[in-house]
């Protein structure tokens, strides 16, 4: 154990697989387990007897027992230039861009706005503990630059890009088909890639961009097959008509896509709510990702997502918050709304299954498996500690859980915020507070 080591001790909680209903293999429980991290990494996972037995003297001990320890929390869909119009009122999708976030996202020409408004944003997600993001700047490229000069210095793992948009929105807000290639390009070349940053190629949606600027950002695909794509799709049914009179010839708001070349493993579609059968196939086939935004999707009163036909059609699924559309930075809130939405569809969601996607289903989702989701000797140390009895109405209901991890976990989704959220270790280091 090297000498700067930590040992964060509490009930850990970790996934290997999707835990199917009823199974237990697909997850691992310690309840009096500790975490040894260092260097950023997670070096020792085991046995808190065992771990402190052999903890060099001078070990920092986080102790945080009756709490449960997780990987970090990754949110796959979500806007920082949207912080200061999140709860805007009384707009459906299309009203509700052009009247407050195409407003708002004009202050993003000012780098200065862009600094603060990205260091705040950063600030709350690890409040809530989340410790990846795949995040929407503005059209503007300091957008991207102060977003990623704030990842960077606190060591997150964060995945951004510049948003492209060349016509239906304002003067203000648009490039064009080559000014969105090259000052994407310019961005990949200056943060895809470097330390724990990841690029998103990132047309807003086929609305706000031509078939030129579409198969401009696939070109970029094609040169950059490291990046990411991130885009939006099939969220509201007038957005879905718009885009059918933007594009006679695609056969479906999918296609438009998968024309473009826009398509594919590391593509995350935001939303996904009113998808025809042969959309559903196209998702699956090139493994392209749906991102279900639960709490946007009932503010915006967009749709409730199929999320039972999506997997069975063999859609990647991940989850998200959609901030500024969605109304919580939290990812145990967007849990809780995403189970009444498959409640409103008849389906159910077990509290296991909803922590899965929070931790490795959304890092299996994003391809970054291999480097966080789960807590493993050698991934990165992005953890959460979640506190079970963190308010008065939390702790009362521990009363009766009797020690039930499964009762705890669904009722942190359930009654949790910001508030249960005890500490968040970006790469090892604690951040919360
Ligand atoms: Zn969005």
């Avoid at 195409?102 to 989340?130: M, S």
């Avoid at 090259?182 to 940053?197: F, H, P, Q, T, V």
């Amino acid at each position: 154990m090297t000498a700067k080591a930590r040992v964060i001790r509490g009930r850990i909680l970790s996934f290997t697989d999707y835990p199917a209903a009823g199974g237990s293999s697909a997850h691992c429980v310690i309840d009096d387990g500790a975490v040894v991290v260092a260097g950023g990494l997670i070096e020792a996972v085991g046995e808190a007897r065992d771990i402190l037995a052999r903890a060099p003297r001078g070990a920092v001990v986080d102790d945080h027992a009756g709490c449960i320890v997780t990987a970090g929390f990754i949110d796959a869909h979500v806007h920082y230039p949207q912080t200061q119009v999140i709860g805007s009122y009384g707009a459906q999708l299309l009203d509700w861009l052009h009247n407050y976030t195409f407003v708002e996202e004009q202050k993003f020409a000012d780098p200065a706005h862009c600094a603060r408004i990205a260091e705040f944003f950063l600030d709350e997600l690890t409040r809530c503990g989340a410790t990846t993001a795949m995040v929407y700047c503005t059209v503007h490229p300091q957008s991207v630059d102060a977003f990623f000069a704030a990842a960077e210095k606190r060591g997150a793992r964060m995945i951004a890009g510049k948003v492209m948009m060349d016509r239906n929105a304002p003067e203000a807000l648009m490039d064009t088909s080559q000014r969105g290639y090259d000052e994407s390009k310019a961005l990949i070349e200056r943060w895809s890639n470097r330390g724990r940053l990841g690029y998103a190629i990132t047309p807003r949606f086929a609305v706000t961009s031509t078939q030129g600027q579409l198969e401009a950002a696939g070109a970029l695909a094609r040169e950059y097959p490291q990046c990411y794509v991130q885009t939006h799709a099939d969220e509201n049914k007038a957005e879905i008509a718009r885009v059918a009179t933007l594009f006679p010839e695609a056969r479906s708001y999918i296609d438009v896509y998968a024309r473009a070349g826009l398509t594919g493993p590391r593509s995350v579609f935001g939303h996904c709510i009113h998808l025809q059968d042969g959309e559903v196939a196209e998702l699956a086939a090139s493994r392209s990702v749906a991102a279900f935004c639960p709490t946007s999707n009932l503010f915006l009163g967009s749709g409730l997502v199929e999320q039972a036909r999506l997997a069975r059609g063999g859609v990647r699924i991940a989850l998200a918050t959609d901030v500024g559309g969605g109304t919580s930075y939290s990812m145990l809130r967007t849990a809780a709304e995403g189970y009444k939405v498959l409640q409103l569809n008849g389906q159910s969601w077990p509290a296991l299954q909803a922590f899965y996607r929070m931790t490795l289903g959304n890092a299996r989702a994003l391809g970054l498996d291999d480097r966080i989701g789960s807590i493993e000797a050698g991934k990165e140390a992005d953890l959460v500690v979640l506190d079970p009895r963190a308010t008065p109405a939390l702790a009362h209901r521990m009363e009766t859980a009797g020690g039930d991890l499964e009762v705890e976990l669904f009722a942190l989704i359930t009654m949790g915020d910001d508030r249960a959220v005890r500490q968040t270790y970006v790469a090892g280091a604690p951040r919360k507070g």
